[in-house]
């Protein structure tokens, strides 16, 4: 059965449904739990950049080689068969402008590509049948591979359709060449999908926007409010020319943010990393602030930042006793896991999950010992001399059973016992769990964050975006390269 969204991604919902290069310096001197030496090279060294193109480039051959060519639908995972997730789409589409400039594949190619998948998404039926690809320009969470109709029961999502959008949006703006056809159909294109979306439809208990509609039940009964990965899915809403929400929807979606400390960083409250990561995948926060960062003398970027440093404190702390956590081990986001099963390991009785949103914050922590490469791939912005040594340490220490065809798989565990039967991925004599499955929403990250870090691609792109700069303007953010942009 398909996971709803907020069970793949929030454990608050979950339960609510179910009732700085001295770290290199350190690192150099660490080993890992299997005595594999690490010793990365600083950040800028060409070892480290031809780890970083590696990385990239097998990243994005997931996406490149996965995709259904004539439709443009991007699995959910592999290598097991999956359905299509819309969120994994737009993260495809986010990551072919990066295969041009990296020449991966030819712009020619990532055009064309591009236009069959926005032309798909732009014909697919929408109507409350139930059995279509979408409703009032919003998506279903995850489709057919091959006819892109609506898997079994899923909803249509309000947080994977902006995330799909996002993507939809990088390349309207990527594909600028005006003497091209195919380039100026991909624009427009891209310009009647975003502007078919009717948000004022999806926010029944305005200005909020409900976290999801079913045609057999209606409107989810929760809305977007408090801060998590849903910033980019009110940018959106907001900036949009047709069905744009009131502007007091984003002061009604920060009254309910938390703001504290945790492990010595103080910032707000979500426990796993790629709440602070998603919408930062297209929107540059550094320097821009809205009226509540202004007031607490921060920026989404920065509070970003003290999220991921904060993570690696409390690994380097490891209050529970987790095999292997440290500075070169760490990590917690929503993620492969081995189990659902409670084992006695080393005397100690402790509880294992599969797909679960994992994270350690001052507001929860959900942990058992899974660590997952996208916390730290989608967090190189925010700190590349923490974040990029941890990832060659783990490739190196690990080798093939974390890092193989499309670069970093989902997650590890070295707590699992390999006397224990897992229910997904494999266990390794000596070294814990391993993923078997790659991500496409835990890829996508990876690759698009660790090129934003080297050359700034995707947010350069973005903030040349009109609809981006409205929604920014009118949730009443300003200073930083947003200076003179706003009415």
């Not at 998948?117 to 732009?122: A, G, I, M, S, V």
């Not at 409350?128 to 109709?149: E, V, W």
Request: net charge neutral; hydrophobic share 40%.
């Amino acid at each position: 059965m398909a996971r709803t969204l907020r069970e793949r991604y929030s454990p608050a919902m979950i339960r609510l449904q179910l009732g700085l290069f001295g770290t290199v310096l350190a690192l150099a001197g660490s080993t890992c739990s299997n005595n594999h030496p690490v010793g990365p090279p600083p950040p800028d060294s060409t070892q480290t950049q031809a780890f970083l193109d590696t990385v990239e480039q097998r990243t994005f051959n997931y996406f490149w080689n996965l995709t259904n060519a004539s439709n443009g639908l991007t699995p959910d995972r592999a290598p097991s068969p999956s359905f299509s997730s819309i969120a994994a789409v737009g993260f495809a589409l986010t990551a072919y402008p990066i295969g041009v400039e990296r020449s991966y594949v030819t712009r020619t190619e990532a055009r064309d590509r591009t236009l069959a998948t926005l032309q798909f998404l732009w014909t697919a039926t929408q109507d409350s049948s139930g059995l279509a690809t979408g409703y009032r320009g919003f998506f279903y969470h995850f489709l057919d591979m091959n006819t892109g109709a609506r898997f079994q029961t899923v909803e249509l999502s309000t947080i994977d359709s902006p995330l799909l959008l996002a993507g939809v949006l990088t390349c309207q703006s990527y594909f600028d060449n005006v003497a091209d056809s195919g380039e100026t159909q991909v624009r427009r294109l891209a310009d009647s999908i975003y502007r078919r979306v009717n948000w004022q439809w999806i926010s029944p208990r305005a200005p909020l926007v409900a976290m999801g509609w079913k045609p057999e039940s209606q409107f989810l009964g929760y809305d977007w409010r408090g801060y998590n990965e849903a910033m980019i899915l009110y940018i959106l809403a907001l900036g949009s020319p047709t069905f744009p929400i009131d502007s007091t929807a984003w002061a009604a979606w920060t009254a309910d943010y938390q703001w504290g400390t945790f492990e010595g960083q103080t910032h707000l409250g979500f426990a796993p990393l790629f709440g602070h990561q998603y919408s930062h995948v297209w929107i540059d926060f550094n320097g821009i602030a809205d009226p509540y960062m202004q007031a607490h003398g921060s920026d989404y970027f920065q509070n970003s930042q003290r999220a991921t440093l904060a993570q690696r404190a409390y690994a380097v702390a490891n209050p529970n006793g987790w095999k292997g956590y440290g500075a070169n081990l760490w990590g917690l986001s929503a993620s492969d896991g081995p189990a659902d099963v409670t084992l006695t390991v080393g005397g100690r009785s402790r509880q294992f999950h599969t797909y679960f949103a994992r994270g350690a914050s001052f507001t929860e922590i959900q942990d058992d010992g899974t660590i997952t490469p996208t916390a730290l791939g989608g967090s190189v912005p925010f700190a590349p001399d923490i974040t990029i040594p941890t990832l060659y340490a783990m490739r190196r220490a690990y080798g093939a059973n974390l890092f193989s065809t499309y670069g970093f798989l989902d997650a590890l565990n070295p707590t699992f016992p390999t006397n224990a039967a897992p229910s997904m991925g494999h266990v390794v004599a000596g070294l814990g769990w391993f993923d078997t499955d790659y991500l496409g929403i835990d890829q996508g990250p990876i690759l698009a964050m660790i090129e934003n870090y080297r050359t700034g691609l995707i947010w350069r792109l973005m903030r040349g975006n009109p609809y981006i700069v409205k929604g920014l303007c009118r949730a009443g953010f300003t200073g930083g390269w947003l200076t003179g942009k706003c009415p």
